[in-house]
């Protein structure tokens, strides 16, 4: 290895041992792949009680990275000749968005998986809140399972935030209207469907879609942990975008283990549990064009601005895959992948030729961006990102 190479290696490794000891994370993982071959580094430990440190291998929910799961499926039916990205909602789910002042004949598939469907951000909704958002009420709700009508009754419960196309405004509504319309075209389930479209073809073995009522991991896998709880007492029906973390419990507070949860609620939007080396193929199968047509290629990494539709700043959004501002990467083309939830958060991030690629996860929800951010700077070897 040569010498650049280990000082990269080098800060990617002081990089991990800072989030443990300054950002609170139990443990963190990152797996790289690059010219200089393959690397792993950890910090931290995967169980709080018995001290056992992270792995290489382990068995992770990936959040919201499983969104580009479901834009694949979408797009290998419309590359079949089986539906258009630019149908309207309505043609494949009649009625169903025709409430709340919403207009399932001027929504289209790929608003709602470039989240510019004018759908409210769904992370907001004061039924997930009310189960979720405190200690006591997610001791009481860890192990509900969501039904799919749940779902799209949660997604369109609060009013549109603006027109179809006008703006972007992440919401998990849109995907899991995604994942009901590849169920009605298929005939076949969702998780049937993401098999066929991405795990099988790429040969992903330890790569699925979350069955509704698994609450658990295969061997082996970290112990997930959160601290992201609203106080006692705080009402969720309060809660919105620019006062949310103002409502947040004080800092020192014990972390709560969330590993055995039930995460049907997240379903189409994010319910895949993989690991990051299979997590490393699945995006650079995705980056590169080696998955999908290129028709469909070309339409997922269409990208839109993500200003002002609180998700990751310098980023633009495409269909459930994202792409770094070049301003703040020095010209660099640096695509990627993203999910967070209670207790667990993964980005992989790589080169549009997929020659160079590194996933990070921490056992624990995300804390803000700046974990992925210094990872990036070190694996590519870029400026500070959103720094003066």
């Known amino acids: ?47 709080r009680e018995s001290g056992r440190p992270r792995q290489e291998g382990e068995h992770l929910h990936v959040g919201s990275a499983g ?3 479901t834009a694949a499926a979408m797009l290998r039916l ?32 790929r608003h709602v ?17 009310r189960r979720y958002a405190t200690r006591s009420a997610f001791a009481a709700h860890r192990y509900d399972i969501w039904t799919t009508d ?12 603006h027109a179809p196309g006008a703006a972007f405004a992440y919401s998990n509504g849109g995907f899991h209207l995604a994942g009901l319309v590849i169920e009605k075209v298929t005939g076949n389930s969702y998780a049937e469907e993401v098999a066929r479209a991405v795990a099988q073809p790429l040969g992903l073995t330890h790569t699925y879609v979350r069955p509704p009522e698994d609450i658990g991991y295969p061997e082996p896998h970290p112990r997930a942990y959160t601290g992201l709880f609203l106080k006692d007492g705080a009402d969720p029906a309060d809660m919105t975008v620019e006062n949310w973390q103002s409502m947040l419990e004080e800092p020192g507070q ?40 290129d028709a469909q290629h070309r339409a ?33 083309r640096l695509r990627g992948l993203a999910g967070s939830m209670q207790g667990s958060h993964l980005v992989v991030v790589g080169t549009a030729d997929g020659e160079q690629t590194i996933a990070v996860h921490t056992n624990t929800e995300a804390k ?9 700077e070190a694996q590519f070897g870029i400026a500070p990102i959103g720094k003066p």
């Open 1 to 47: 290895m040569t010498n650049s190479t280990s000082t990269g290696r080098e800060k990617l490794q002081r990089m991990l041992d800072r989030a443990v000891a300054e950002l609170g994370v139990p443990g963190i993982v990152a797996e790289v792949r690059d010219a200089n071959g393959t690397w792993f580094g950890s910090a931290g430990v995967a169980d």
């Open 67 to 69: 969104k580009a799961f």
């Open 78 to 109: 419309e590359a079949e000749g089986r539906l258009s990205i630019d149908d309207p909602v309505e043609k494949w789910l009649p009625g169903v968005l025709n409430v709340n002042g919403y207009d399932g004949n001027r929504i289209t598939l």
């Open 113 to 129: 998986l470039n989240n510019t469907s004018g759908l409210f951000i769904t992370g907001l909704a004061p039924e997930l809140s």
């Open 150 to 161: 749940e779902l799209v009754r949660l997604a369109v419960s609060q009013p549109p935030l």
């Open 254 to 293: 014990p972390p709560l283990d969330t590993t055995e949860f039930n995460t049907s609620w997240a379903w189409s939007a994010g319910n895949v549990v993989s690991t990051t080396g299979e997590m490393i193929q699945a995006f650079e199968a995705l980056a590169t064009g080696r998955l999908l047509p």
């Open 300 to 332: 997922m990494w269409t990208t839109v601005s993500t200003e002002g539709g609180h998700w990751m700043p310098h980023s633009r959004y495409g269909l459930g895959v994202f792409e770094l501002d070049e301003a703040v990467t020095g010209g660099l």
């Open 368 to 376: 803000g961006w700046e974990v992925v951010f210094r990872a990036v």
